[in-house]
């Protein structure tokens, strides 16, 4: 299967990204730039990587959600099209409404980088479907703006409808206050659209996808994507 | 063609925890204005719109906040216009 991964001016995870995918994953993968007018037509799955895309001048995410490429990500992603996006990824996201909520400032006000405890809370997705059950994963996260936020119906339909996919939890997969690194509603780490095609998450699995780097659960969502498309 | 000076205010909406603002707030009570609360902190945008009148001013301003200056799921805003006056 062959990804794309987008940059924006101010994107800092794309190599990172374009690494997990080439040399862990073992899949092919190309850049697509922000000016870029067309998707090539073999993507399978497009990658919105983390950074500070257009400096997140106004709000995360809001500029770069009309850049000329998110018009194309946009109509392949309402075509089923697989799409994900990993923290500013997933803020850029939201402001195209491919996925309800928003990403409000850290409870904290700090800016946090460690490395995060994630419980999958749906493991049939196409992003978690190589997930064991009861695995915790270790995942490091790296923002000032991850703290999820939606309104209490909008909060009612992600668990109705089971789109909650990642949540904050210990290392025993106890998801709590103390687990909670941005103030996020319900320990959200990550969510899927009502379609299930796109998912949005604040931390970074590319970040952890090599065993050199002392982890690889990351890999694990790569490879459900794989999976699903053999 | 009239231009037309606009200020928008945007604010988190009520209820929605303001964090800066309480942090600012906390620092403020700790020197000394303990006599200060409920401290919200904001955004103050300018610009300026060209349009036939006032009316249609409003609603391209109106859009344009409501499409990308502010996030209306968490922030509220408020448009004043001002006609500029041609030397």
Redesign the interface.
Known sequence: MKFAIVVFPGSNCDSDAFYAIRDNAQQEVIYLWHKDTTLPKDIDCVILPGGFSYGDYLRSGAIARFSPIMQEVITFAHNGGTVVGICNGFQVLTEAKLLPGTLMRNNTLNFVCKDVYLKTSNHSTRFTNKIPKDAILRIPIAHGEGNYYADEDTIKSLVDNNQIVFQYCDKNGIIGKESNPNGSLLNIAGIINKDGNVLGMMPHPERLSDEILGGNDGLLIFKSIIDYFK | MINYLANIKIMLKKG??D??GK?VENALNSMEFDNIHNVRIGKYVELIVSAKNKEEARHIVDQASSK??A?P??EDYEITLNELKVE
Request: proline share 0%.
């Open positions: 929605i925890l964090v800066q942090t990308l200056i996030n799921i968490i």
